[in-house]
Structures are given as C-alpha cells and as structure tokens.
C-alpha cells in the first residue's frame, strides 16, 4: 500500500520557467513532509521541508505548498536551472521518537536549455 | 560538517555469499535507517535502528539483518546474497524525530551492489 505517491515519474522544463513537482498521500496521521533530491551516484540531500500546520513554506527559489483538505503537497522552483536536474523524493512522517520516514517513488526532473 | 559514511561504493557478490554493508555517522545521532533504491520503486526501508542494540524491521526486511553495537555504525547483513538483491544501499541517520524539528535524515551517498 503506498502511502505517498508522485504520480509523475519525470519532467521535463525548460531552464528559467517553474518546475512544480506534485505528491499525494493517504494518511491522515503524517504530520511533517520533506522533500529530497538525489543525484546518480550520490546519497538523497535534504530540501525543504514543511510542518502540517503551515500551507507553505519557502526556502530561495524552492516553496512547498501543503493542502491537507486534499492530502496534496508540490514543490515549486522558480526559475528552474540546469543543475536542478535530479531525482526528488517526497516524504512524509507521523512525528514521535521511533517514527520512520514515508518515502514516494520519484520524479526525475530534468532542466533543458 | 554532518557526515554518513558507507564502506563502500561498489561492491561485486556472488549468489549465497554473506555480504556485510557497513555505516558510521559521526553527529552523535540516535536513530539510523537502511535503505534501497530501485527504480521505479523508490526508497524503501528495510530496518532500522532508534539507539543501540534496537532495531526494527522496515517495509521489506526479508533476506537481511542488521546490527548496532555501537551508537555510531549500524551494520545491513545479507546472510546469503541473492540477484535480486541486486541494488543502490543507502544508510541514513537523524536524531529522534519532533513535532517541529529533527525530522530530517542525513543519507550516505550509498553502495552500489551487483550479486551475480
């Protein structure tokens, strides 16, 4: 059963215009999502990150938005630069001591010139 | 700096050999997580562990085992390799988890392993 799902496994934008990245979740009990992004080769590095009782949260060009009505959080980066490209991953967690986090599949974004 | 490390980049196996993957971070760090990556599949935990000599089983433990001795390394066994084990390892570490802060995992930059 997958909890966190990014329904799109690539994207493709060109460099300077908005990449938005979606994630959904079913639920109801996460209450902190991050976002991570991965390089081949290299270890998930920490984004952004947001807290359930903001809808937003920004950070330079990267902003989540959060609508937990609709168990629905994005990434924005504005403007989109070629060294964007990645792998990002969405996560979710219940927070508590032992708590693990969720992870979503992927969506591989790539900045073209 | 923070910093996970994992012994290796690389690593070649053979079918039923026992392949120990090993992880040292050094941020005083409470709880730490295994990891594999596939594609298509994400990162899907295997175990982890919240302090030493805990652990718990992840979302796909089967064919592994793991061991914490010491706060700082956290061990992934694979008791007899197989293909399908055939994957990018990655070991992470936080301190234990709050309502608005230590949420965050530091990942090592992983283990690419090829059992043949």
């Known amino acids: 059963d997958q909890q966190v799902k990014q329904n799109s496994p690539s994207l493709s934008v060109q460099e300077g215009r908005i990449s938005i990245l979606n994630c959904d979740y079913t639920?109801?009990?996460?209450?902190?999502f991050l976002w991570y992004k991965k390089y081949p080769a290299e270890g998930p590095t920490f984004l952004i990150s947001?807290?359930?009782?903001?809808d937003k949260n920004e950070d330079g060009r990267f902003t989540v938005f959060l609508n937990k009505s609709a168990k629905h959080l994005s990434l924005h980066i504005v403007p989109s630069q070629p060294g964007d490209s990645a792998v990002y991953f969405c996560?979710?967690?219940?927070?508590?001591?032992?708590?693990?986090?969720?992870f979503g599949t992927g969506t591989r974004l790539q900045v073209t010139l | 700096d923070v910093k996970v490390t994992q012994s290796s980049r690389y690593l070649v196996k053979r079918t039923g050999e026992k392949v120990f993957l090993e992880c040292v971070q050094d941020?005083?760090?409470?709880?730490m997580f295994w990891y594999r990556q596939d594609p298509g599949l994400g990162l899907r935990l295997i175990y982890f562990?919240?302090?030493?000599?805990?652990?718990e089983k992840g979302d796909i433990p089967e064919g592994y085992s793991v061991s914490r001795e010491k706060k700082e390394r956290f061990s992934l066994i694979l008791e007899s390799a197989s293909t399908n084990q055939t994957s990018m390892y990655l070991c992470?570490?936080?301190?234990?988890?709050?309502?608005?802060?230590?949420?965050?995992?530091?990942f090592g930059p992983g283990t690419r392993l090829t059992v043949l």
């Open positions: 941020m005083d760090h409470e709880n």
């Open positions: 996560a979710a967690i219940i927070t508590g001591t032992a708590s693990k986090l969720t």
């Open positions: 947001i807290s359930s009782i903001k």
């Open positions: 639920n109801s009990m996460f209450d902190y």
């Open positions: 562990s919240y302090d030493v000599k805990m652990k």
């Open positions: 992470a570490s936080r301190y234990p988890s709050g309502r608005f802060s230590y949420n965050e995992q530091f």
